[in-house]
């Protein structure tokens, strides 16, 4: 395998599956045992994942909520999700902690590093809920915080699109996907796969991220092998 240890970031939106909201159960169980094919192979594995198939702060700022009132829920969003992941998981026989920014003691351990970093030793999947747990932040950043934290090799972004485009290849055609691609030229360009502070806090921080199609069988683990899937970015 090339990777020992690993921070995978899950998009929230695509828990939805073919819904328009919330979790699909069919998808929860697909994701579950595309990350049993790489923990079977030794593979230390944290998860950050997103909310936008629940509630993004942004989205009720636009309908005139209190943006930091709105990343709350978001972050909390993110916390039914990883309870959600955390029940799969369980469900086919994996061991999971759940450890969340914000303190929900009744359901998660809160953060902290150094216990992560022990799960992670003994095979346990450590899921991080709430992002940061600040507003104005996402969990793409989360993702890149807490993956230099535990000394991840790579940040892995399971999403809906197969890699980093020249334009957004929802709204353009026409865009064609890189292979490699340098964090400067992310920057550079303004290609918004992840946000500008997740790919800065990757770059100052040499951690490379792999940007690739969680919704293709198998693509996890012909990442984590090696193969060329998605997009490298360092
Ligand atoms: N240059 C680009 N290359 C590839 N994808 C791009 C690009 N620009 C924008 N995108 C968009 O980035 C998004 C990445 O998907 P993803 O589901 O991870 O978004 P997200 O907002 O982080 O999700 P969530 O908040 O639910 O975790 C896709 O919707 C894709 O269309
Ligand atoms: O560190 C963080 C992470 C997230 N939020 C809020 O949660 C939602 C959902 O996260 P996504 O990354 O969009 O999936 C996000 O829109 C923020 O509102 C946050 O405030 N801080």
Known sequence: MKYKRILLKLSGEALMGENQYGIDPKRLAEYAEEIRKIHEQGIEIAIVIGGGNIFRGVAGASEGMDRVQGDYMGMLATVINGMALQGALESIGLLTRLQTALKIEAVAEP???RRAVRHLEKGRIVIFGAGTGNPYFTTDTAAVLRGIEVNADVILKGTRVDGVYTADPEKDSSATKFDLITFS????KGLNVMDTT???LSQENKLPI????MNKQGNLLKVCK???IGTTVY
């Open 210 to 213: 792999v940007v690739f199609d």
């Open 226 to 228: 090696g193969e060329t």
């Open 198 to 200: 997740a790919f800065t």
């Open 111 to 113: 953060y902290i590093k």
């Open 185 to 188: 030229e992310v920057l550079k």
